[in-house]
């Protein structure tokens, strides 16, 4: 079975950026719908972002314009690029994927049965 890995969480000061990967292992996800979420201390998990697997994109409201999602399927890597980070984006960020393409909703957490660990991001002001 497919497993995801995100990486490249960290510490940074508002205003600047962080670059997230989630790499799948043992299988290809070319065909697989993808998503970002993100879960706050205290919050439930709330998505972020998501990508078909023609690479069609969608964006929660609090971060268009500033996050952009991207996939590389030669890598079997997807990518969040975040920019201009704020405190409120502080948060442990998952990715998901969803292998059969069902037809829930894509900022609906049940559509993806395949969970990363999560990585850690923290902005502070």
């Known amino acids: 079975q497919v497993q995801l890995a995100e990486s490249g969480g960290g510490l940074v000061q508002a205003g600047g950026s962080l670059r997230l990967s989630c790499a799948a292992s043992r299988g290809t996800f070319v065909r697989f719908a993808m998503a970002w979420f993100r879960q706050a201390p205290g919050k439930e998990r709330e998505f972020v972002a998501a990508?078909?697997?023609?690479?069609?994109?969608s964006y929660a409201d609090s971060v268009k314009g500033r996050f952009t999602i991207s996939r590389d399927n030669l890598k079997n890597t997807m990518y969040l690029q975040m920019n201009n980070l704020k405190p409120e984006d502080t948060a442990i960020y998952y990715c998901?994927?969803?292998?059969?393409?069902?037809?829930?909703?894509?900022?609906?957490?049940?559509?993806?049965?395949?969970w990363g660990q999560g990585t850690q991001v923290t902005v502070f002001s």
């Open positions: 998901a994927a969803d292998p059969l393409n069902s037809g829930s909703r894509y900022d609906s957490q049940n559509k993806y049965p395949l």
């Open positions: 990508i078909s697997w023609s690479s069609g994109t």
